[in-house]
Each structure stands twice: as C-alpha cells, then as structure tokens.
C-alpha cells in the first residue's frame, strides 16, 4: 500500500505542473526514497527539464543530488512523466499497428490514444513498480503492476540494451540497482563497463513498450 501511495502522489505532483508548461516540453520529475534508522520514509523529487539542445547528461548527478536532500539511506529512485498513450491491458499480444504508430509519432491517431500520466519506481533489489492512468479519463481509474527487473539474465541484457541507448527509465534504474553494489555485483559491472566506453547519459523518451502499456513523449 504503501509504494502505490506513494506512486499516487507521484502522478498527482506531475499533473499539478503539467498544464503550465509549453506544449513541446519534455519534462520529467525525478524522486529518491530513502529510510532513517527509525524506519521514517524520506522523499526528495525535483523537475528535469530536457526540452533544449542543451547538454543532457544529468541524469546521474541529479540523482546523487536528490540522494544528498533526503539525508537517510536511499533505497530506490523514480520518475513521473506525462505522455500521449494507449494503456494495454494484455501484455503479451501488442498490436502490429499499435507499434507502427509508436515508431512513427502518430499514436494521436488512435481513437483509445490520450494523454497520459505514469510513475515507475526502482528499488535497490531490481523490483519495480508502475502505475499509469489517462489524465482527462481520471474515472477509469490507475493501471498498476509490477516486476523484477533482475529475473534473469535476458532481462538483464535487455535493461543493459536500454541503457546503452540512453532511455531514461533505465538511467534511473541503473542508478537504484547501484544503490546495492555488493548485492548486484555483475549488474552494477555491466553499468560501469557502459559508463566506461563514454556513453552519455542523455535525456531521451521514456522507454517505448512497459508490461501494459505503450506510450510516447510526444503531447
């Protein structure tokens, strides 16, 4: 219950700022989670804004930042987004045309595509959790789900695959699977080893296809 509230207020905080930013913004708001010896929840969020060709490498350092802020051990780093997109409820069967328009930028002309609002947090263990919902269908109520991210070694590679092509929602994954070095030794490696061949941590949309649901980053 309580990382669906807290993905909740994620959703409620990135609403919130939407409707005040320009129309080609591509914002996403950041969030570290942390705990103090009394087992007191720590938060920390702040707001990325990449719309400019400005250098985008600041994933990593906002990260570290929001890990300072909330002064207790961090356990897990999110982001909160706004996108149009078409919430799915079968996951395993994605329509052809579904991703063509994906590809393409014309997911808009779905009859069921709208804007939508999407959480995600990574913990220390490779768990993560999701929710999304239509921002003007807020009667029909969040999607929610969940998974583990290090259950084995093909998703694995393909987190590493995703991290190589600078998608943010694994930028922040890797920096809360490296909040367990020792636990998540042969991942955080495999982080490293891309960090170490000079790949940028640029700011890119959010990651293409989730468990239920696709969605790009275009309003």
Excluded at 50 to 58: I, K, L, P
Excluded at 72 to 97: N, T, V
């Amino acid at each position: 219950m309580e990382i669906d509230a807290q993905l909740a207020e994620m959703m409620a905080v990135r609403r919130a700022s939407f409707s005040h930013e320009r129309p080609a913004s591509k914002t996403v708001h950041l969030w570290c989670f942390g705990r103090d010896q009394e087992s007191a929840l720590h938060i920390a969020h702040t707001p990325a804004d990449f719309t400019g060709d400005t250098e985008r490498s600041a994933i990593w350092e906002m990260t570290a930042q929001l890990s300072a802020r909330i002064r207790s051990r961090a356990w897990g780093f999110g982001l909160a987004f706004c996108a149009m997109g078409e919430l799915l409820h079968d996951a395993k069967s994605i329509p052809d045309d579904l991703l063509r328009e994906v590809n393409t930028d014309r997911l808009r002309v779905r009859p069921l595509a709208d804007l939508l609002c999407a959480a995600t947090i990574f913990d220390a263990r490779g768990r993560k959790f999701c929710s999304a919902g239509y921002i003007h269908a807020s009667e029909r109520g969040p999607t929610s789900w969940q998974n583990d991210t290090l259950d084995g070694q093909q998703t694995i590679d393909t987190w590493l695959s995703h991290l190589r092509a600078d998608i943010v929602t694994a930028q922040v994954w890797a920096a809360a699977v490296s909040l367990s070095p020792d636990q998540n030794l042969a991942v955080v490696r495999g982080i490293r080893a891309i960090a170490s061949k000079g790949r940028s941590t640029a700011m890119t949309r959010p990651s293409g296809r989730e468990p239920a649901q696709i969605m790009t980053a275009s309003r």
